[in-house]
């Protein structure tokens, strides 16, 4: 019984530190996240203000201001 409770302690120390060498990996992570977010928001600003989205836009904003209520 001795012999099984020290393995199990010592699964879970080595355990303990294989998690700390993964500590740095959440920040990476987070900042792949965000470069990625602000890539796709770049790429979403020049559709947005392309001519084509842009006249259809100002077209649908023009019809809503233009009903009858």
Not at 13 to 30: L, Q
Not at 48 to 62: D, H, P, R
Request: one cysteine or more.
């Amino acid at each position: 019984m001795y012999k099984a409770v020290r393995a199990r302690v010592r699964a879970l120390v080595c355990g303990a530190r294989a998690a700390r060498r993964d500590a740095g990996m959440v920040t990476s992570e987070y900042a792949m996240g965000i470069i990625a977010a602000v890539a796709f928001a770049a790429v979403l600003y020049k559709v947005v203000t392309s001519g084509a989205v842009s006249a259809e836009l100002q077209g649908i904003v023009k019809q809503a201001l233009d009903a009858r209520m």
